[in-house]
């Protein structure tokens, strides 16, 4: 076999599977791996798995072009989550620093409001989406800003009763008012508050660039920060703040790097194989648990992220289960990343 023809044929699809491209990306930087990969498929497959027995989950997927004698079918390759994470670190650290004026975070959020609207028998669940971005400037100053996208019927069932309602396009609730139209938004700056916050440890953008760049000094350095935490809770806790590191902070990119390789060994860290999120990217799906803080004890949520390897990217964020609210909070990121545009009202998408 051919394996840098098969390589070429992979990266020329139109887009390749960020899952295959990190598992092909493993496969050629590791020489042994690479001469056993030669000697023969069975045994490739069983020193992979070998190799993952740290990984929560392991996926098999069929690789494209890669046939046997006599045109057999595609052969089946074994991914491991803690391969995956590791792909994303090399990645991660290969970006070069910024040197823009603002770091910026825009997410689009939805939710189901927390309870049902309309009129006698007539009640239905509405959802809500809504734009947020976050600037800050290296200086410390914070700008936020917000636009409502408007809400709308959660299910064939609910949009069937909203008619049934007479389709109301605003409704009041709670003291507040809803919409199904577009806001024309709003940004503000924020005074008196430290930009970002750990586990609920506040910290500045200095403090970002100074975290630990190895692997286990940065994850003793989050286990400290978050050991006021209660007992049972710790290891959701730091793969929270941990993954937080990825995208909503301006961390540097070793410090990235650094939080991919100490959450792929953590063994809290549940690997949920190819996901695709809301509109419609495709990454690798990974999911832990935390416990909020007084939630009684085993009524934990579960945050499930998708990343994109192939960039290092966190694409979408969705907790589950958390008390009071009503399905699931999902933030599709749309942006992350150092800007000079200034901070404004978001735009439509």
Request: hydrophobic share 40%.
């Amino acid at each position: 076999m051919d394996e840098l023809k098969t390589v070429r044929e992979l990266y020329g699809e139109p887009r390749l599977d960020p899952l295959l491209k990190a598992r092909v990306r493993g496969l050629l930087t590791d020489e042994p791996r690479r001469r056993r990969w030669r000697l023969s498929w069975t045994a490739a497959v069983a020193g992979l798995a070998a190799a993952a027995v740290t990984a929560a989950v392991t996926v098999a997927v069929a690789v494209p072009g890669m046939t046997g004698e006599a045109g057999a079918p595609n052969r089946v390759a074994t991914i491991s989550g803690r391969s995956v994470l590791l792909a994303a670190a090399t990645t991660a650290e290969s970006d070069p620093a910024a040197a823009n004026a603002y770091w910026r975070v825009r997410k689009l959020h939805r939710r189901t409001y927390p309870e049902r609207l309309g009129r006698g028998a007539n009640r239905y669940w509405v959802v809500e989406s809504r734009l947020t971005e976050q600037w800050v400037a290296r200086d410390g100053r914070v700008w936020s800003a917000s636009r409502a996208l408007g809400a709308r019927p959660g299910s064939a069932a609910d949009e069937e009763a909203w008619r049934r309602d007479g389709s109301p396009t605003e409704w009041s609730s709670q003291g507040e008012v809803l919409s199904t139209s577009p806001e024309k938004g709003e940004l503000r700056a924020i005074t008196g508050k430290v930009p970002f916050s750990m586990a609920g440890h506040e910290m500045t953008f200095e403090q970002l660039q100074r975290l630990p760049v190895a692997p286990a000094a940065l994850k003793e350095w989050v286990t400290e920060a978050v050991s006021d935490v209660p007992a049972g809770t710790v290891d959701g806790v730091v793969a929270d703040a941990l993954s937080g590191l990825l995208w909503s902070k301006p961390s540097p990119p070793d410090v990235r790097a650094a939080a991919y390789r100490a959450l792929a060994e953590l063994p809290n860290i549940r690997y949920l194989g190819s996901a695709t999120d809301e509109r419609g990217r495709v990454g690798a799906g990974f999911s832990f648990t935390v416990q909020p803080p007084g939630a009684r004890s085993g009524a934990a949520v579960r945050r499930t992220l998708i990343i994109d390897p192939d960039s290092s990217r966190v694409l979408s964020s969705t907790v589950t289960g958390r008390p009071g609210v009503r399905g699931d909070e999902v933030e599709l990121v749309l942006e992350a990343g150092w800007t000079d545009d200034r901070p404004a009202v978001p735009e439509l998408p």
